[in-house]
């Protein structure tokens, strides 16, 4: 097969490929550094022929032109499986919605539940000599997506990397419909302000529980980001990585001679990951690198696939707790701000991993509005909260004031666990609310 004369068919123009879509379609614009640019444009410049356009897609890094369309609540909505502050903003004006799924369960879903999407449209790297189209860093769910789309429309972008895998990190040009070409830089995520000094004692408690040889799953956020910082900076070797995300805080891990992999029982030196975003750098590390593995989402963050990797640890942070040890990461009250992810998976993986840990963390407080402080320990979950991490699965707890192994307590140990790390100013009343919760015992300590 001519694979160059079949790319040449298939090529055409964003305005022209857009055409496809019909008002009340199903329209996948794929997953965070894979989003549509070109053909976001063009669509939405025909957005006035259209009404009740429905999408899918998640973890936005650019406002899409689509969202900037008049009457945009009349004419489509937005459906993300987890959420960016662009789409925070999105529900907020009235078009966006959450859609509620344990991130692995991504690819099944698409395989076996959504029926037909209408159409697909996903930037990808170029095609290499045998014709296929690497989906950059962002294996996630896309081959199952594209397979339950009528129309698969890939918008090809030289700056994608090219990231290597085992199974469904790319498509192939035979089962491409239409191909358009638009070269802009890929959209970066730094690693947010410096640390405070909240984040670096909470990443000290965790770094000092990390052993040589462990593997390494870090979520979003700046402590997460602290705790990378500090492991490159460590005396720990031997280290591997199989996360759901891929940041920053891993190529410089990388780069300090910390990670090889020896010590995986599976995927022996590799650094597995689902999808990735960061600065240039991480762009420039994955690409066409041999030591990174990019993965469907239903296998990094399968359970049983953490399982059988030894001394797992998986830290993640959350919004708030309430002394049951109810953990919430995704909402504050009945706003939504992420999304479930897979939180959840590597709770319950780095458990059952022989020597895992998981460690979700958090601020004791935060600072409201008018400049007070508030406890993220609460007596219970503000009303409308989300549960995002049920009280059974919780392991170890940590904040900046200490850490805290929450597994099998019962309910009076473990609201003295919980209050244990709170802020000091808050621990007499967070004491007060478990006696009159029935959560506190007169012998526990004062």
Excluded at 17 to 38: F, L
Aim: charged fraction near 25%.
């Amino acid at each position: 097969m001519d694979f160059a004369a079949l790319y040449k068919s298939k090529l055409t123009t964003p305005e022209e490929a857009v055409k496809v879509v019909k008002s009340g379609d199903w329209v996948d614009y794929g997953w965070c550094t894979g989003t549509p640019n070109a053909l976001d444009k063009a669509l939405a410049a025909r957005m006035d022929e259209l009404e009740n356009v429905n999408f899918r897609g998640g973890v936005l890094m650019r406002r899409p032109a689509i969202f900037d369309v008049p009457d945009v609540a009349d004419k489509l909505t937005w459906n993300s499986w987890h959420m960016s502050g662009i789409e925070r903003k999105a529900c907020m004006e009235g078009f966006g919605f959450y859609s509620a799924l344990r991130y692995s369960e991504l690819p099944r879903w698409y395989r076996e539940n959504v029926g037909r999407i209408n159409v697909t449209m996903i930037q990808v790297a170029p095609m290499d000599a045998q014709g296929w189209f690497s989906f950059g860093p962002q294996a996630s769910h896309l081959k199952a997506v594209c397979e339950a789309s009528d129309v698969v429309i890939v918008e090809v972008n030289k700056y994608m990397p090219r990231c290597l895998g085992l199974y469904e990190e790319a498509i192939h040009v035979s089962e491409v419909d239409m191909i358009v070409e638009n070269d802009e830089p890929m959209p970066q995520m730094g690693g947010g302000a410096a640390p405070t000094a909240v984040d670096e004692a909470v990443a000290k408690l965790i770094v000092e529980e990390i052993p040589n040889g462990a593997c390494l799953q870090l979520g979003i956020g700046g402590m997460p980001n602290t705790v990378g910082a500090m492991i490159a900076e460590s005396d720990l070797k031997d280290l591997g990585v199989h996360t759901e995300m891929y940041v920053d805080a891993f190529v410089d891990i990388a780069k300090a001679g910390k990670i090889n992999g020896s010590k995986k029982a599976i995927d022996t030196g590799k650094q597995v990951f689902a999808f990735g975003a960061g600065t240039q750098k991480l762009y420039d590390y994955v690409n066409n690198n041999p030591e990174c593995m990019s993965a469907p989402v239903s296998y990094t963050n399968d359970a049983r696939t953490i399982a059988q990797i030894d001394n797992f640890i998986s830290i993640n942070n959350i919004v708030d707790v309430d002394l049951f040890g109810q953990m919430n990461a995704e909402s504050a009250g009945i706003k939504q701000i992420s999304g479930a992810g897979g939180q959840l998976d590597f709770v319950l993986g780095a458990y059952l991993s022989k020597g895992g840990k998981s460690f979700i963390c958090c601020s004791s407080t935060f600072k409201k509005k008018d400049g007070t402080l508030e406890s993220r320990i609460r007596p219970t979950l503000e009303t409308g909260s989300v549960v995002t991490d049920a009280r059974p699965c919780a392991h170890w707890f940590v904040t900046e004031y200490g850490k805290v192994n929450l597994k099998g307590l019962t309910a009076w140990q473990r609201a003295e666990a919980l209050i244990s790390v709170a802020h000091p100013d808050f621990r007499e009343q967070l004491i007060k609310d478990a006696e009159k919760m029935r959560l506190w015992r007169r012998s526990n300590k004062r």
